[in-house]
């Protein structure tokens, strides 16, 4: 039984699975939107919300070693400089005056192989 068992597994170990989600969120902050099932979208909108609550915090505080410190943490979940560069100079400040729902899951159909549900994942 999976009582109060979060997240899913997608058939990965841990390792790709995190990595999986990574490279999905960091492409999502390079490009603004990403085509993935829905599965995976709504379980890379978790660790997407997180990042970007870290920049607008690093953006709201007026502590230097502060905003290092939660730019140092979104890169240890990102591993991505050029996503986290562009995370904390451009997206935080479109998201300041928001308090959540940073990101848009819109259904696409189904992809033609395997009728898997398609979304667009997006930034708001």
Known sequence: MRHKVAGRKFGRTSAHREAMLRNLVCNLFEHGRVKTTVAKAKEARKLAEKCITLAK??????????????????LARLHSKAAVRKLFADIAHNYADRQGGYTRILKAGY????????????LV
Request: positive net charge.
């Open 57 to 74: 915090k690093a953006q709201a505080t007026d502590d230097e070693a502060r905003a290092l410190h939660l730019r140092r943490q979104a």
């Open 111 to 122: 992809r033609l192989g395997d009728k898997a549900p398609i979304a667009l994942f997006e």
